[in-house]
């Protein structure tokens, strides 16, 4: 079945430093891919996605690029702030077998702190 | 907007008790999912619906019911609550449920059984 593993936290920074969280998938189909990030006391919301191979997602200064050789999907900032200590989550939604209806299968999410 | 509220927020049961979450997206959505969130597992989707009346089982659905009995709720039930159910629940929410869809998440149920 489809997995998603994601590199072991936490993570610490200081601000203004370089930010990589590794992600890797398998899939039988041709998956959609997905950050998304939960900020302390709610619930998550999407930070980006990437729907085809090579895509690249980005957004508040994130992005991530769909690498279909290298089955990945990391997720990266070049210089990270306070206000994104968060937990991060990569997710595929796979259309094998037809419609997947938007399921969504998560890694099991890192934790990012940033420190001033 | 509301996006999706989710209701209760936080709930002890004693083992064996039964309960029920709400969630309600104001956004038309017709597809809606129930995640279940522990540590070190990421989400992992319990039930899910395609519409209005209909619910199908995702990847963990021992112990929980759902109904879609109108299209902007969505409802999780415990029968008899186990302490192996104590986890944060989300709810999420999508237009039309494709892979490519955005899903919308509830800000979670915080669950203890004792």
């Known amino acids: 079945g489809d997995s998603v593993t994601q590199m072991e936290g936490p993570v610490t920074l200081s601000e203004e430093a370089f930010l990589t969280i590794n992600c890797t998938y398998t899939?039988?189909?041709?998956?959609?891919l997905f950050w998304y990030v939960q900020y302390p006391g709610e619930g998550l919301q999407l930070l980006l996605k990437?729907?085809?191979?090579?895509d690249k997602g980005s957004n508040k200064g994130f992005e991530a690029t769909y690498r279909k050789e290298t089955t990945s999907f990391h997720l990266e900032k070049g210089s990270v702030q306070v206000s994104d200590s968060a937990v991060y989550f990569c997710?595929?939604?796979?259309?094998?077998?037809?419609?997947?209806?938007?399921?969504?299968?998560f890694g099991q999410g890192t934790i990012l702190t940033v420190h001033p | 907007n509301a996006g999706v509220t989710q209701t209760p927020k936080f709930r002890v049961l004693k083992t064996g008790q039964s309960m029920t979450l709400l969630c309600a997206q104001d956004?038309?959505?017709?597809?809606m999912y129930w995640y279940r969130q522990d540590p070190g597992m990421g989400l992992r989707l319990i039930h899910y619906?395609?519409?209005?009346?209909?619910?199908a089982k995702g990847e963990v659905p021992d112990g929980y019911n759902v109904s879609r009995l109108k299209k902007q709720n969505f409802l999780l039930g415990l029968e008899s609550a186990a302490p192996s159910q104590t986890s944060v629940y989300f709810c999420?929410?999508?237009?039309?449920?494709?892979?490519?869809?955005?899903?919308?998440f509830g800000p979670g149920t915080r669950l203890t059984v004792l």
């Open positions: 999420a929410s999508s237009f039309l449920g494709g892979n490519t869809d955005t899903q919308y």
């Open positions: 899939a039988t189909g041709y998956p959609s």
């Open positions: 990437a729907t085809k191979a090579d």
């Open positions: 997710a595929l939604s796979d259309n094998a077998g037809g419609t997947s209806y938007g399921k969504l299968t």
């Open positions: 956004m038309n959505h017709e597809y």
């Open positions: 619906s395609v519409g209005e009346g209909t619910t």
